[in-house]
């Protein structure tokens, strides 16, 4: 049993999907899976693992910023030998080509994180997205908008921001980083694609625009936790998908 997970062995899908919120682990797991059983509840960061369309799927919340989420992921990489992580969270919209509850896959994650620092000794790692994952998920997605109808969210494929401050000291910092095509700003991403690379693995973010930091509209705590299901289904089919 890993330290923070402390799940047995087979107890974790190859498959994993990331949310933050061990709450929407749950409520994921609930929805979208079936046979769904808790397998861990350490420090009260929720796991579940279950089957959709028959395959295996875990779900496992990494809580909040980089620190944490590399806690539970590399113990999901090197001691439950999970191929696959996609994380499915929220992020804060910097540009107003976004909306609220749009979606966006990204393809890579910039930072102000000294967690890449350190490990390069200074050098500016680039953290990227598995191309197998992004390809699968931006061709789910663009099969899936008919189904949403006019009313679905727009799904926008390019680069977050992973910041380590969720009250930044010096938001102007974040907004310059619009000019060069970031869209959205987080708190794991990037820690996830480096380790991801670091282990051999595949990893991807996902991530639903919860709140606007251009104009101000927000969702509320229940719906960031029970409501974001465009993007968990996305990451199911493109986790899944044949020759995965």
């Known amino acids: 049993m890993s330290t923070h997970i402390g799940a047995a062995p087979g107890d974790i899908a190859p498959l994993v999907l990331m949310p933050g919120d061990p709450l929407r682990a749950q409520w994921i797991a609930e929805t979208f899976l079936d046979d769904a059983r808790c397998y861990t509840q350490v420090r009260g960061m929720l ?13 496992q919340g990494s809580g909040m910023g980089q620190p944490s989420l590399a806690i539970y992921v590399n113990e999901l990489f090197t001691d439950y030998d999970v191929a696959s992580v996609i994380r499915v ?14 979606l966006v896959i990204a393809s890579g994650a910039c ?10 000794e200074g050098l500016d790692y680039a953290p990227v997205a598995d191309f197998g994952l992004l390809r699968d998920a931006a061709a789910a997605a663009e099969a899936r908008a008919a189904t949403w109808g006019q009313d679905g969210p727009a799904v926008h494929v390019g680069l977050i921001f992973s ?22 700003v987080e708190m794991e991403a ?6 991801a ?7 991807l973010a996902i991530c639903t625009v919860s709140d606007h930091i251009v ?23 493109a ?4 020759g995965a």
């Open 163 to 184: 910041s380590d401050s969720f009250y930044a000291a010096r938001p102007e910092l974040t907004a310059r980083m619009v000019d060069y095509g970031v869209l959205a």
């Open 190 to 195: 990037a820690a996830l694609y480096t380790l």
């Open 215 to 237: 104009t101000g509209e927000e969702t509320s705590s229940h719906e960031r936790e029970q409501t974001f299901g465009e993007m968990v289904e996305i990451a199911l089919t």
């Open 197 to 203: 690379a670091k282990h051999g693995r595949r990893a």
């Open 47 to 59: 796991g579940f693992t279950g089957t959709w369309q028959g395959q295996p799927v875990s779900v």
């Open 89 to 102: 969270g929220s992020c804060g919209a910097l540009t107003e080509r976004l909306a609220v509850r749009d």
């Open 239 to 242: 986790g899944l998908a044949p």
């Open 111 to 120: 930072t102000d994180s000294s967690m890449n620092r350190i490990a390069f």
